[in-house]
């Protein structure tokens, strides 16, 4: 048997699944803990794992391995992986992000290899990459790219048919790069002030308007024109970061997920491409964007595809 964890800023998924070919089955979700000591995301995926094969009848006993798929950035301790992600760990970026904790880092890898052999984990962007090349839109590109719009905005990459992951499983971080100068003071849970996570990440964006991305994105759908010159700039600065990767990596596809792109794909994704469209045609012509082969879920696949 094994265990497939996807950690975010918002929540934590656990799924069981008996091999890579069998359906993910047990999917147990709720709020990423992040108040207690700095294990408290470990404890918690521990008793999710115990609660969801005693609800389909498995023995923990009986998980021979552990796909992680989480939100970064790591930070290595000992040779193992632990999280520095700004969503989750409250002393980054200290009280003004107003997070319950004043961890620096998360443990995780350490933990989980106390109790299985096996554990691998990845960051959430370079794992749904894997997955949307196995299973999803991805599919025979060996240059291509993954994004996720969610509580945070990452990306994963691959060039000539390998993928990147740096020297601590870093790469793709592109979400805490500057792509525009900004004026408002927008506070990134790196630090950082005014980096592309602060100006457009789903945590980001109701502190910034007042309302959450739902509404604005509806209200603009609807022809309201205030929302629409919102969502105008929040698309021309994704758009730009869009286009950065597609120019310096010369990349023939990107498939975009998360939860603010999702739920908002069909309103999003022309006024995302128009943006990459509008700029040097030998770099960006025939490039597409396209929404996540499979869909909401890909954050459960893209632990499965770091089991094989």
Known sequence: MRVCVDIGG???AVSLSADSASPLIGRRTEPTAKTGNNDAVALQILRLIDEACAEQGFDPNSI????????????LHGGMVE?????????????????????RTALLEAPLK???????????GVAALEAERRWGALQGLAHCAYVTWSTGVGVGLCVDGRILRGKNGNAGHAGHSFVVDDASGA???????????ALIAGNSLARRFGQPPALFFAAAASGDPHALEITDQLCRVMGRMLYNLIA?????RIS??????WHNRD?????????????????????????????????DYAALALLD
Request: aromatic share 4%; charged share 20%.
């Open 114 to 124: 106390k109790r299985f052999a096996r554990v691998r984990v990845e960051n959430d």
């Open 10 to 12: 918002t929540k934590v």
């Open 187 to 197: 506070l990134c849970g790196c630090g950082n002030i005014g980096d592309l996570e």
């Open 64 to 75: 021979d391995c552990v796909g992680v798929a989480t939100a970064g950035p790591f930070e």
């Open 83 to 103: 999280l520095a992600t700004p969503n989750i760990c409250g002393g980054i970026a200290g009280p003004a992000r107003g997070l319950p904790n004043q961890w």
């Open 248 to 252: 310096t990596l010369d990349l023939q």
């Open 256 to 261: 975009l997920g998360g939860s603010v792109f």
């Open 267 to 299: 309103f999003l994704l022309p006024r995302l491409q128009a943006q990459v469209d509008g700029h040097l045609p030998p770099l960006t012509r025939g490039v597409l964007l396209v929404a996540a082969g499979l869909g909401d879920r890909v954050g």
